[in-house]
């Protein structure tokens, strides 16, 4: 559950380890605070200090108190929390793992996902060179672009594409943070400055591939128009 947590609510997640036995609770306090969030134990007058020791022992606490004054404690972030927000970096948040996202080192040549493979992640050039590829019916293959470090693909995953339309495969050796699809909706949601940041990246992606399209097509026609004799 707090693992859930500090996925859905990022820096917003608040964790409470109160009286009880074994370690339950503590690698979701740790995802808690590896997310920005806040953390709580119970100190010295839990009855049965299993639980709270063992969070307490990961370092992973921020807080530890008795009951009562771990409710005004709440009181007290909550109330400094409509003052203040927690900042989001989204180049920190495309730089670093977590929850759903983990860095992939690809080597020359190899594929990273294959032409009707499961779509369930998207992925941010870090390093290296891709290259998107697409292969009709009858086998003929065409280029779709070539990406580079600050470039995302695999985003049809977010629009309900549940196969991949491409190929990528890497031109040179690549490291690229993989996101799951769940993780980046719910990042692009709760996050309007990695939002913003995504939505200017694909605008600038589709205006580039409009114009080179437009190019493509202006150079077919000349080429097709007949030589006039002067």
């Known amino acids: 559950f707090l693992s859930s947590l500090a996925e859905s609510m990022g820096a917003r997640a608040v964790g409470v380890i109160l009286s009880g036995y074994f370690d339950d609770g503590t690698e979701g306090c740790k995802r808690i605070k590896a997310n920005g969030g806040t953390t709580f134990a119970q100190d010295v007058s839990a009855e049965a200090d299993g639980m709270t020791l063992s969070a307490q022992a990961s370092g992973c606490i921020d807080f530890v108190l008795p009951p009562e004054k771990i409710s005004d404690a709440l009181r007290r972030l909550k109330a400094s929390a409509t003052t203040k927000k ?3 970096d989204p180049k920190v948040f495309l730089a670093t793992i977590g929850e759903g996202r983990k860095i992939v080192l690809v080597p020359e040549k ?3 996902y294959s ?6 992640a998207v992925f ?3 390093k290296g060179t891709v290259r998107l590829a697409v292969v ?3 086998g003929k293959e065409a280029t779709i672009g070539v990406l580079n470090p600050g470039d995302f693909c695999g985003e049809g995953c977010l629009a309900g594409q549940h196969l991949r339309l491409g190929t990528a495969t890497a031109m040179t050796d690549c490291e690229l943070l993989r996101i799951d699809k769940k993780a980046m909706m719910l990042a692009l949601g709760r996050e309007h400055k990695l939002s913003n940041v995504f939505t200017a990246y694909l605008l600038a992606r589709n205006i580039r591939y409009e114009a080179d399209l437009v190019g493509q097509l202006f150079s077919s ?3 097709r128009l007949p030589s006039v004799p002067t």
């Open 86 to 88: 927690v900042g989001f």
């Open 110 to 112: 190899h594929t990273i």
């Open 115 to 120: 032409q009707g493979g499961a779509s369930d």
């Open 124 to 126: 941010y050039i870090q």
């Open 136 to 138: 009709s019916k009858d």
């Open 221 to 223: 026609s000349e080429m």
